[in-house]
Structure formats: structure tokens, C-alpha cells
């Protein structure tokens, strides 16, 4: 059962991340296209999706493939503002989607408020230009985070997704760090439909798992470090991480007492 576990989660997905390093080089239409397809096998081989979707999870596919259809739209057939407000769009009815069983039965102005805070999210990693020195080791140290954060927080089958989403570049994120951060092959708008499932998965958990809204929030605006330019702020990011892991396991160790 471990071995299957990292078969799906770290092992199958790292390999792919490989062979997209070696065969996209430059070529950000690849690029995209590649990481996300690093993802999607461990994603279907850790959970089978209904079909039609009946749960949040069974929707993650279907908005990854939306994200990445919209960003290879080439950039001379569209205007830039409209391919923003399509990936916009997408993510609103991804995250209405993930949220429907609670926006029918349990909708509060407190929902609300967290839901307008991860499209705000979503805009600005969808509006702001991509200038991250390091961003795959960025995502995959964040999704890493969250995955431990998911386990934390008792279902182990989204953190296995976070898992596998860490995974997906971390081919690059391993070349970021050869070269100490200081420069990347790897342009930052190759990882926004990854970086927008983070989002969804991350909403997941904080909607399903009760993921306390202290380290939820740290885990929410951390990636936003990818439209820094800065290399400070990727030690910013790594801190933001570590002290929402800290945070939940302090939680986990002070509700151990009652």
C-alpha cells in the first residue's frame, strides 16, 4: 500500500516532470501543457472520477483541462484581456462548482467572504505577469505544504492530489535549486493551471477537511509570491508554509488534550 502510495503521488509524476524537461526545453506551449499532463495520470490514478461529477474532486479534471485550454489559445487569435477573463471565468464556475453542496444548505456571509479571498487569489495570479525567479520550486514547495496540511486535517485522498501537484514539476523545482534559485528555465505562466488547481485544492480542504482558517490563509497567499520578482521573497513564501504547517500541528497537538 506505501509503495503504491508513492508510486502515485510523488513517483509517476516526478518521472513525467523528467521527461518533460527533457523533450519541452524552452517551449512554454509545451511546457503547459507537459506539467499539466504530469498531473493528470496521478490524478486519475489516485481517484477514478465520477462521471457526471458528483463530488468536488470530480471536477479538478475537467477545470485543468479548461485552464489549460484557454492558456495555449494563441495570444494573435484573442486579446490578452479576454484570455484573462475566460481563466477568470473558468475559475469562478470551478470554485461555484466545488462549493455548490454548501452555497445550497449551509451559505454564510463567512463562506462568502473566504470564496471572494481565493478568486482574489485567482485574479491576481491570473492578472499580474508571471516574474517569479524560482516559481516551480515556489508551487511544489506550496503544494507540498498543503498536501501535509490536507494529511493533517484527516483526508489523505486530496492530499495525495497536493502530493502529486507538488510532484509534477519538481523536476524543475530540483533544477531551480542546483542553481540556487538564481534563474529558471521555466517560465511562471507555464504554471498557472497548475497554480489555479492549487487554489481549488486548497478550497477543498478548507470547505471539507475543516482546515482551520489561520494556516488556510497563510496556504492561500503564499503562492501569490509568484508574481514577485524578488529573491527574498521566496524565502517569504517558504517561511509563510512552514509556520501554517507549525500552526496546524500545534492545533493538532492541543486538541490531542481534550
Known amino acids: 500500500m506505501q509503495i503504491e502510495l508513492l508510486l502515485q503521488t510523488i513517483i ?3 518521472l513525467l ?3 518533460v524537461y527533457k523533450i519541452a526545453h524552452q517551449h512554454t506551449t509545451w511546457l503547459t501543457t507537459g506539467l499539466f499532463f504530469a498531473w493528470l495520470p496521478a490524478y486519475l490514478w489516485i481517484l477514478l472520477p465520477n462521471w457526471p461529477p458528483t ?8 477545470a485543468g483541462v479548461a485552464f489549460l485550454s484557454i492558456q495555449l489559445i494563441p495570444n494573435n487569435t484573442i486579446k490578452i484581456p479576454y ?4 481563466q477568470l471565468a473558468i475559475f469562478t464556475l470551478a470554485l461555484l462548482l466545488i462549493s455548490l453542496p454548501l452555497l445550497q444548505y449551509a451559505l454564510t456571509s463567512d463562506l462568502i467572504i473566504e470564496l471572494l479571498l481565493v478568486l482574489l487569489a485567482a485574479s491576481i495570479l491570473v492578472i499580474i505577469p508571471s516574474s517569479s525567479p524560482a516559481p516551480a520550486f515556489i508551487l511544489s514547495m506550496n503544494a507540498t505544504a498543503l498536501a501535509v496540511c490536507t494529511a493533517l486535517s484527516g483526508t489523505l485522498l486530496v492530499a ?3 502530493g502529486a501537484l507538488a510532484a ?3 523536476i524543475f523545482a530540483i533544477n531551480e535549486l542546483i542553481k ?3 534563474s529558471s528555465r521555466l517560465q511562471a505562466s507555464a504554471l498557472l493551471p497548475l497554480a489555479l488547481l492549487y487554489l481549488l485544492l486548497l478550497t477543498i480542504t478548507r470547505l471539507y477537511a475543516d482546515l482551520p482558517t489561520g494556516p488556510a490563509l497563510l496556504l492561500l497567499l503564499a503562492p501569490l509570491s509568484l508574481r514577485l520578482k524578488n529573491r527574498s521573497v521566496i524565502g517569504l513564501s517558504l ?3 512552514v509556520i501554517a504547517t507549525a500552526w496546524l500541528l500545534m492545533l493538532q497537538d492541543s486538541n490531542s488534550y481534550y
Open 83 to 86: 484570455l484573462k477573463t475566460g
Open 160 to 162: 495525495q492530489l497536493a
Open 55 to 62: 463530488e468536488a474532486v470530480d471536477w479538478l479534471w475537467l
Open 12 to 14: 509517476l509524476p516526478l
Open 239 to 241: 517561511l509563510t508554509v
Open 180 to 182: 540556487r534559485l538564481a
Open 17 to 19: 516532470s523528467l521527461a
Open 168 to 170: 509534477a514539476p519538481g
